[in-house]
């Protein structure tokens, strides 16, 4: 079993309509959750980075970790087509010399 | 927030060969890492790479093959040596800057 699970979709959405996307995970010392946005031939960008439990919002975008369940979302309000990209989780435990583990990546299409 | 540039963006090389990759970043960081993404897999660390010691590498990974130099707090550089076209992929350099880490644009590398 991978430390990090997601979904790579790929998964398509009309412009406006809400995404959801989201990642399991198993190793319950992850304290940081990240979010990396990849465009095609890019390198990943930090989105969003969330500490412990709760939730973390920036514009139409709202970042969920739920450690009790080991699951994390990423929600896209008001989804628009330069959304269209590769979604990435990442995690670790603590700062210092601990490496980040990575989700597959979810591909996400917005439709016009 | 860090910027990251690498050369070269994408490179096609014979098997057997060797390419050297750079990676400059616009301020001192004390932390370098290079990773390796694979279409449909997450992105693998290859090796963190701090100033003035040698590179700690990840199991899998070794010297002879991903050779590293770190000559000062704004530069790297990655070899892939004897090169194989199962090395064929994209090479990422990394920091880690104010508890967030930032990525470079990639390395697209096919080998023939």
Do not use: H
């Not at chain 1, 946005?37 to 890019?42: D, E, F, G, L, V």
């Not at chain 2, 010297?63 to 994209?90: A, G, H, Q, W, Y």
């Amino acid at each position: 079993q991978k430390e990090v699970e997601q979904d790579p979709g790929p998964l398509s959405v009309p412009e406006g309509a809400i995404v959801s996307l989201n990642c399991t995970y198993s190793n319950s010392a992850f304290q940081y959750f990240m979010w990396y946005r990849q465009y095609s031939r890019k390198g990943p960008e930090l989105l969003m980075y969330t500490y412990s439990s709760g939730n973390k919002e920036d514009g139409r975008f709202t970042a969920q970790v739920d450690k009790s369940s080991k699951y994390i979302s990423l929600f896209i309000r008001d989804s628009q087509p330069s959304d269209s990209a590769t979604y990435l989780c990442a995690m670790r435990g603590n700062f210092g010399n601990e490496k980040l583990t990575f989700g597959t990546g979810t591909r996400l299409t917005i439709i016009p | 927030s860090a910027v990251i540039s690498q050369k070269p963006s994408r490179d096609i090389c014979q098997r057997g060969t060797s390419l050297t990759i750079q990676c400059q970043v616009d301020s001192q960081v004390t932390m370098m890492f290079w990773y390796r993404q694979q279409p449909g897999q997450s992105l693998t660390l290859i090796a963190t790479a701090n100033q003035g010691s040698e590179a700690t590498y990840e199991s899998g990974f070794v010297i002879d093959k991903f050779p590293i130099s770190r000559p000062n707090l704004t530069f790297s550089t990655l070899t892939v040596s004897n090169m194989s076209p199962e090395d064929s992929s994209i090479y990422l350099c990394s920091v880690e800057a104010a508890y967030e880490q930032y990525f470079g644009p990639g390395t697209r590398l096919t080998v023939t």
